[in-house]
């Protein structure tokens, strides 16, 4: 059986089973630094202290997948949350299930940012690695460094075969 994701544009609303949409666009904001910055204030939390985890920050230089591709797997991070900022005002695509022990093919969700978001998946969340839409796309990510296993992959057979392609 084959299925297409359908893509759904990413909004905090519907990104909510899965973490955090980090955004300017309706987001809490004050102004500091005597009036002369907005801060829009913990637009996620970074949740990696589970076995003594500690808060790090990296780039990742990706390169965009062939469209359409099938979804050969997931993968989730039981120990701490994991965010992507595009650093350019770059759109890219982000593949999620929900937590929980397995992946059904229908469960998983495609979103397509506007550019100017990044998403903090929550610790346990299922998604597929970093995609990419432009050649080196840089991403800033916040994600957990420390002792254990912080890096569960599931892969689908070729029995239900999911594309995605925009
Ligand atoms: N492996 C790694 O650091 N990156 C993945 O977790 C990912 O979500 O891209
Ligand atoms: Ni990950």
Request: proline share 7%; hydrophobic share 40%; net charge negative.
């Given at each position: 059986?084959?299925?297409?994701?359908?893509?759904?544009?990413?909004?905090?609303?519907a990104?909510?089973?899965?973490?955090?949409?980090?955004?300017?666009?309706?987001?809490?904001?004050?102004?500091?630094?005597?009036?002369?910055?907005?801060?829009?204030?913990?637009?996620?939390?970074?949740?990696?202290?589970a076995?003594?985890?500690?808060?790090?920050?990296?780039?990742?230089?990706?390169?965009?997948?062939p469209?359409?591709?099938?979804?050969?797997?997931?993968?989730?991070?039981?120990?701490?949350?994991?965010?992507?900022?595009?650093?350019?005002?770059?759109?890219?695509?982000?593949?999620?299930?929900?937590?929980?022990?397995?992946?059904?093919?229908?469960?998983?969700?495609?979103?397509?940012?506007?550019?100017?978001?990044?998403?903090?998946?929550?610790?346990?969340?299922?998604?597929?690695?970093?995609?990419?839409?432009?050649?080196?796309?840089?991403?800033?990510?916040?994600?957990?460094?420390?002792?254990g296993?912080?890096?569960?992959?599931?892969?689908?057979?070729?029995?239900?075969?999911?594309?995605?392609?925009?």
């Amino acid at each position: 059986m084959l299925s297409v994701l359908k893509v759904e544009p990413l909004t905090k609303a519907a990104f909510k089973p899965f973490g955090d949409v980090i955004e300017t666009e309706g987001s809490r904001h004050f102004l500091i630094n005597n009036g002369s910055t907005e801060r829009f204030h913990r637009l996620a939390d970074v949740d990696v202290s589970a076995a003594q985890g500690e808060p790090i920050i990296s780039i990742f230089r990706a390169q965009p997948l062939p469209m359409p591709f099938t979804v050969k797997m997931m993968e989730r991070h039981p120990l701490g949350s994991q965010a992507f900022i595009s650093r350019g005002e770059e759109p890219f695509l982000v593949l999620v299930a929900p937590p929980g022990d397995s992946v059904n093919g229908d469960q998983l969700r495609l979103f397509l940012t506007n550019g100017r978001q990044g998403v903090n998946y929550s610790r346990g969340v299922w998604h597929h690695p970093v995609l990419a839409l432009k050649p080196d796309q840089e991403f800033i990510i916040i994600d957990r460094a420390g002792e254990g296993n912080n890096c569960d992959e599931i892969y689908f057979d070729s029995g239900h075969q999911t594309v995605v392609e925009i």
